[in-house]
Structures are given as C-alpha cells and as structure tokens.
C-alpha cells in the first residue's frame, strides 16, 4: 500500500502546472506567438550581469571540490556570513551566519520552517489570496490549515485576525509582495498583525511564529517599500528566494532566516537544521550558494516589469475589467465578469489566453495574469482581452 495522499498530489498537479502544461502542447500545435500564456511565474528578464560573471570568476577561479563539493549542511559559513552582514546593514538587524540556513529556493524554506515549528494538533493561518502550496506545506507538517477570507483592499483584518487565533495556533505565513495579487502589506498591516500575535502569545503561553516569504521583496515600483517583519515581531523567520530577485528560479537558492530576537532562538535554529536533515534538505547547491552572495543587492531589471504592469493593467481597466493595481511582484489580479472564474477561464482559452482561476487561492471570482512575459505578448494580447471584455457586455 502506498502513501494514497502522496498519490493524489502527483495525480492532481497543481492549476498552474497544469495550465502551463496546455500552453506548451497548445503552442506546438498552433505555433507560440498565437497563445498568450500568463500562467507562471517564470521571469523573463534576463539575470543582472553579475550573476554571469559570478559564474565565469569561479569556474575559473575557484577549486572544483569546492565549487561543486558538499557545502556544511546548512550552507557556507562564508555565504550566510555575507547574507548575514548585507541583512543587517540594510535592515539594522543583527543576524550572525547562525541565524541564517541555506535552501533549495523559497519553497523548502517553507517546508523546512513548518516541518520544524509544527507539532500534532497545531494550526498555520494564512491571508487570501495566497499561494496554493502554503496549505500542502502546512497539512504536509501535519497542520490544520485556516484560511481568512481577503479584505476589499487586501490587506490585514485584525478583528478576524483575531478571531481565528487560538490556542492551536502555531504560525501566521505572510507574503509581501502578494502571490497573486501584488499587493504590499501597509506598515499599519503589519503593525495591527504583530499586534495580534504579540497579545495571543501571552495570552496562550507559546510563542506564535511568523513566517514571512519573501521571493518577491525586491520587486517593488513607485518607491514602494516592503517592511522587513523581524524589526516589528522577534518570532519571525524569513523565507526567501534569488529566483525572482535575480531571474534565476531554476537555480533554486535561498535561505531562511531565524530572528536573532526570537524566544529560544538557538533551539529554533536548530529545529530548522533537523527538519532540513529529516527532508533531505542540506547542502543548497554550492556554486549558487557562492553566486548569490557576490550578487547581494543586485536585482534583475524590475523597469521592465513596471512597464509590462503599466502596460496591461491601464489596457485592462480600459476595456472595462476591474483589477488590483500591484504595487510590487509581477502578477495582475482580475476580477471576473462572471462569479465562476473556472468558467471565465475557459472563455480566455477560446482566444488563446492562459489565466489562472484563483480558486485556489482562496479567492473565487478572480484570476491571477502573470505579467513577467514579453511585452510584445502583452502587446498582442491586448486584442483578446478587448473582445473577451466586448463578448461579456463591460467594454467601456
């Protein structure tokens, strides 16, 4: 008898995936600039110079057993010293190269960080919308996962915050920049969520943990800025990716980050080197340990994103369709014209559009438009999204 929940997740891929997976085989059959995939969150924007020339320094520079040799198992002590010392220069912190643990991308960050803080019984809460993954990583720690329905501006409720806080608790999982909506959490957001948690854990007797991720921190337009949550709550861990920061995803590097404030941090830390023992996640590919940390800082070329945002949201709104305006990361949220986004959806694909339903997202009646393509897709795009507007009566 085989894990029959295990078999259901590699039966059932995820929307996305599985949207992504039409686009391909849809574009073989009728060629790729007639199908207008905004499925995933694939950067398009080429990787900054830096993490080239990282690449061609070491390979000529560097030992071959070291750079392609085992790493400590929690990564470089070299590489999460330098993210350590970048981290505290930036945000004022006080991260050592102990706070720091290296991963396989933001993903295992999650998993890691939930494997080590979950016990029976306990509960993750996370805000809609949110990243489908966050409630298998959850229930895959052993979790309950609760969702809270989203707020018209999508950001924190603290009355239901609140409300749904109780002694099973265990994390709260926040994500800013928003996957999908590109919504930044407000300074008050923050403040009213730390709030919260600081108040239940007293009144409980447990520490509540935040868990921050973090792939899209840098994405950010119009002189935005992302609070950095260890500075308004000591129970946090980041989780963090260079796959969008540097438009590398399928290097898959990252790190999660303990609070050097946090209640038993070194006990924590150390639940976190023991889940990434217990999952087989030590030792982050080495040579991208040593290119992330000489690109500290450096970022792909968010202009572009900025205008592909500009671009499609003032189209979208032109024609009639009610969007979110992202203030960061790289995805559009659209409001559907019909309650069944599944059914919109489905109307897209007839002119050769790949939205994602954000059901999953804990957000019905909306889809998720991943913008980090070619603007000349976009720019192509634009005529099928005016007649699918015009078919459903909202053209203005």
């Known amino acids: 008898m085989i894990n029959k929940k295990m078999e259901q997740l590699g039966k059932v891929r995820s929307v996305i995936r599985e949207l992504f997976e039409y686009g391909k085989k849809r574009k073989a059959e009728i060629g790729e600039d007639k199908v207008f995939d905004f499925s995933l969150g694939n950067p398009s924007v080429p990787a900054p110079d830096c993490v080239n020339e990282a690449i061609r320094a070491f390979t000529e520079e560097m030992s071959s057993l070291r750079l392609h040799g085992y790493s400590s198992a929690q990564g470089d002590a070299g590489v999460r010293q330098a993210i350590a010392e970048y981290l505290n220069k930036k945000h004022g912190t006080a ?9 396989v991308g933001a993903a295992a960050s999650l998993t890691i960080c939930l494997n080590a803080l979950v016990c029976e019984g306990d509960e993750v809460i996370a805000f809609a919308p949110f990243f489908p993954e966050y409630r298998v990583f959850s229930e895959s720690a052993g979790a309950r996962f609760v969702a809270l329905a989203p707020t018209a501006d999508f950001q924190i409720d603290k009355a239901a915050l609140s409300a749904a806080v109780n002694e099973h608790t265990k994390a709260v999982i926040v994500n800013s920049p928003n996957n999908p909506s590109g919504v930044v959490l407000t300074e008050d957001s923050i403040k009213n969520l730390c709030a919260v948690l600081k108040e239940k854990s007293e009144l409980y007797g447990h520490p509540i943990y935040l868990i921050t991720d973090e792939p899209y921190r840098e994405l950010v337009y119009d002189g935005v800025t992302v609070p950095f949550l260890t500075n308004y709550y000591d129970n946090t861990l980041v989780c963090y990716s260079f796959s969008k920061s540097l438009s590398i995803p399928g290097e898959r590097i990252g790190y999660i980050a303990v609070s050097p404030t946090m209640e038993d941090e070194r006990d924590v830390y150390a639940a976190v080197c023991g889940a990434g023992r217990a999952l087989g996640y030590v030792c982050a590919p080495s040579m991208f340990q040593f290119v992330a940390a000489k690109c500290l800082g450096a970022t792909a070329d968010v202009s572009v994103y900025k205008h592909n945002r500009d671009l499609l949201y003032g189209a979208l709104c032109d024609y009639g369709y ?13 409001k559907t014209p019909e309650a069944d986004a599944n059914a919109f959806c489905e109307r897209a694909k007839g002119k050769e559009l790949l939205l994602v339903a954000a059901d999953s997202f804990g957000c019905p009646g909306y889809v998720r438009i991943s913008y980090c393509v070619s603007t000349e897709q976009i720019e192509n795009s ?15």
């Open 322 to 334: 009610q969007c979110v305006k992202p203030d960061g990361a790289f995805y559009l949220f659209l």
């Open 95 to 103: 991260f050592t190269a102990d706070s720091l643990y290296m991963t």
């Open 382 to 396: 634009l005529p099928a999204f005016k007649a699918l507007a015009e078919e459903y009566g909202i053209n203005k």
